[in-house]
């Protein structure tokens, strides 16, 4: 039989008096991490500085700005560098263009809980015409019509992760028929292959995918077309999951509607079509932006430092796609 076994999770190799060297973006980050233990050695490090150099340079640990990219001549300047941690779920800017010898891990649960929320909320929101009556509201208008409703309606979960499973839990106050969707098929998820004959059926279809081969362009016209006439798709995930143009084509004839937190491009450029078309709820990318985040993705940073100096498995490891 094969072995079904998972791999072990790794262990940043420590010496027992070692000083651990972390590379962080802030002045507040670097605070906490020195508050984990004497051993702890922060340094304050931007990319666009430059590479490290110096005490910098024998960093173990890098934290990324925000999630952003590391260039080759930063890698190469950290011959001792075994570990990045992410202070974001989304890991595709690294996931392998890291050499062998550093293991990547994310954030994992930080932005769980307010990028959820967004989803309920952007959900609600467009199913109940809130930017429509708003508009009304900016001009004067007392504009009744009838909308629609979360209420029974039929969800469809592109994404059975930890963020998707609870924005299932927020919505099943709603009494919502929810099926869930992942890559592979397994109890009570139905398969990513099994698209065609669920998307017919979904009111509101949540994209809440990590970024993959697999998954870039999923959304694309034959997605949208597959879905039902007057349905929502909310992305909660990435703008490179939706093809910009085949939704713009669905928008702009009214058949479907959409909200997004992501586009593709991101920032959305002045005078692009995405601005002004029709059904569409737009927010710039603030589903984790709450004041409690940044919190949770620093104590995500802190608490992977004491499994390293305890020498304890590395947690939220980052697997290749």
Not at 100 to 123: D, I, M, S, Y
Not at 192 to 211: F, G, K, M, R, S
Request: net charge negative.
């Amino acid at each position: 039989m094969p072995d079904t076994t998972a791999p072990a999770a790794p262990v940043l190799p420590l010496g027992p008096e070692e000083t651990l060297h972390v590379l962080v973006p802030s002045r507040a980050l670097a605070e906490a991490v020195e508050a984990v233990s004497p051993r702890v050695r922060a340094h304050r490090f931007d990319p666009a500085d430059g590479v490290p150099t110096g005490e910098e340079a024998r960093a173990q640990v890098m934290v990324p700005r925000g999630g952003g990219d590391i260039g080759a001549e930063v890698l190469e300047a950290l011959p001792e560098l075994r570990l990045v941690q992410l202070m974001s779920a989304g890991a595709e800017k690294f996931v392998g263009r890291l050499p062998e010898r550093v293991t990547l891990c994310n954030a994992r649960g930080a932005h769980t809980p307010a990028t959820a929320e967004w989803a309920v909320a952007a959900t609600l929101a467009a199913q109940r015409g809130i930017p429509h009556f708003t508009r009304a509201q900016d001009a004067g208008r007392w504009d009744f019509r009838t909308e629609h409703s979360l209420v029974g309606a039929k969800v469809l979960m592109v994404g059975a992760g930890d963020i998707g499973r609870t924005i299932g839990a927020m919505m099943a106050g709603f009494d919502v028929e929810l099926t869930y969707v992942a890559r592979t098929a397994r109890d009570g998820v139905r398969s990513i292959d099994e698209l065609p004959q669920l998307l017919p059926e979904a009111d509101v279809v949540v994209l809440i995918v990590p970024v993959t081969p697999q998954t870039t362009g999923l959304v694309d016209a034959a997605f949208l077309a597959a879905m039902k006439d007057d349905a929502l798709l909310v992305n909660a995930a990435r703008g490179v999951v939706v093809d910009t143009d085949a939704l713009l084509a669905e928008l702009t004839s009214g058949r479907l509607r959409a909200a997004l937190d992501v586009t593709e491009p991101e920032p959305l450029p002045e005078g692009h079509p995405l601005w002004s078309a029709p059904g569409l709820l737009l927010t710039p990318h603030v589903g984790g932006a709450v004041p409690d985040t940044n919190a949770r993705a620093a104590a995500a940073v802190t608490d992977q430092l004491r499994r390293v100096l305890a020498g304890e498995p590395l947690q939220n490891v980052v697997d290749e796609y």
